[in-house]
Nanobody, 124 residues
């Protein structure tokens, strides 16, 4: 069983930055794709970013490209999401998730383990 625990959310003004972290349990973290997703009130959960096991492949949603950066530290079993130039529309609960294969994809239904989420609120 894999456990994912997000941290780093909070309240920030528009234009500010936050860094989210997601710590994973287990010894096989470095074998799998990790992703970040978000869900705003009244909306469906959506893809934000994903990273392959070696960090060689990264995909981003168009809405965050150029502002957000996903990274990982396999020695620490942790994946990060650096969020810069935050906008009010980035307000959501942010979830990290693990995909049970080493091929990075953006499809939410291909991720099998999820964290509990961390709230990010961007004020205007």
């Amino acid at each position: 069983q894999v456990q994912l625990v997000e941290s780093g959310g909070g309240l920030v003004q528009a234009g500010g930055s936050l860094r989210l972290s997601c710590a994973a349990s287990g010894r096989t973290f470095g074998r799998y794709v990790m992703g970040w997703f978000r869900q705003a009130p009244g909306k469906e959960r959506e893809f934000v970013a994903t990273i392959s096991p070696s960090s060689s492949t990264r995909y981003y949603a168009e809405s965050v490209k150029g502002r957000f950066t996903i990274s990982r530290d396999n020695a620490k079993n942790t994946v990060y999401l650096q969020m810069n130039s935050l906008k009010p529309e980035d307000t959501a609960v942010y979830y990290c998730a693990r995909k049970g294969s080493p091929i990075a994809t953006t499809r939410i239904d291909e991720y099998d383990y999820w964290g509990q989420g961390t709230q990010v609120t961007v004020s205007s």
